[in-house]
């Protein structure tokens, strides 16, 4: 089975790839496959924007695709920047300048009222029309500076502490990251029905 990671976003991409290393399929990414889609985000929802991604490879390249969509969502923001996390300052904004917004208009916000929550959607489409959708989340706060860790693609998680590791995201190693990131999280449960889908045992 080939299934296609449908993000140019490498660091995305490496936490797929490693997720999937067991299973006996092939992933394809946009590289591998000539070039990435373009397809307007415009969904209500991170699932409704996961969902639109992978279908559009699913009916370009005739293959399985794997989407995702997901975002920051601070409380007292009001869930922002929520959805439109990626194009919050608009398009072409350096990534840098995604963190240090959030930062400026938490000033002066007591520690009790930082709650925030990473949210991601994982959707999978298939030729035949099925798809699945699972989400998760992941709770912690916003610090009061930014970590000098710095993931590519991520600009959030370098602001984003998780009290229950005592670490910003962007310091987590891959172990914490299975009991933390909210993409795992969704995808183990994704997992689960495509190792039925597959005939595939997965170890436990």
Do not use: C
């Amino acid at each position: 089975m080939e299934l296609i990671i449908a993000t140019s976003n490498h660091g995305k991409i490496r936490e797929f790839q490693n997720i999937l290393k067991d299973f006996p399929i092939t992933l394809l990414t946009p590289d591998t496959l000539g070039g990435t889609l373009t397809i307007e985000e415009d969904g209500r929802t991170f699932a409704e924007n996961a969902l639109k991604k992978a279908r559009a490879y699913v009916e370009w390249f005739g293959r399985p695709a794997l989407a995702d969509d997901g975002g920051l969502e601070v409380d007292v923001l009001d869930g922002a920047p929520g959805v439109h996390s990626k194009r919050w300052l608009g398009e072409d904004t350096p990534e840098a300048h995604f963190a240090a917004a959030v930062l400026e208009r938490m000033q002066g916000v007591p520690e009790e009222d930082r709650g925030a929550q990473m949210h991601s959607a994982i959707a999978l489409a298939f030729p035949d029309g099925r798809y699945w959708i699972e989400e998760g989340i992941t709770r912690g706060r916003i610090a009061d500076l930014a970590t000098n860790e710095v993931e590519p693609g991520l600009p959030y998680r370098q602001i984003f502490w998780i009290p229950e590791s005592g670490k910003f995201y962007s310091e987590l190693g891959d172990d914490e990251q299975q009991q933390h990131n909210q993409r795992y999280q969704a995808m183990s449960r994704l997992t689960q029905q495509l190792a039925s889908e597959l005939g595939f045992r997965m170890d436990v």
